[in-house]
């Protein structure tokens, strides 16, 4: 039920007390709002995955970079080498 449904019960004020009426509302909100804090936890425990894999990644691509621009330079050796063994 909607809280636009459940308010629609209002004017039925005669055969639903209004106490019962403010109970329930303030239970809903109450739920609601602990299902909201459980979301705000878990994405902020999504936010901090995404954190460390970005973090990880960075690492990794810098790695392979580094990695890259070694392997131009021995292959840039070696052809160089080559070029000059062969003239």
Do not use: Y
């Not at 890259?68 to 080559?82: A, G, H, M, N």
């Amino acid at each position: 039920m909607t809280t636009t449904e459940f308010l629609a019960l209002l004017p039925l004020g005669d055969l639903i007390p209004p106490a019962l009426v403010i109970g329930v509302m303030i239970f809903l909100h109450q739920k609601t709002g602990e299902r909201l804090s459980v979301l705000e936890e878990r994405f902020s425990g999504v936010k901090d995955g995404i954190k460390e894999l970005k973090s990880d990644s960075d690492k990794r691509f810098t790695s392979l970079e580094t990695q890259i621009t070694e392997l131009r330079q021995v292959l840039w050796d070696f052809v160089s080498k080559k070029l000059t063994t062969t003239n």
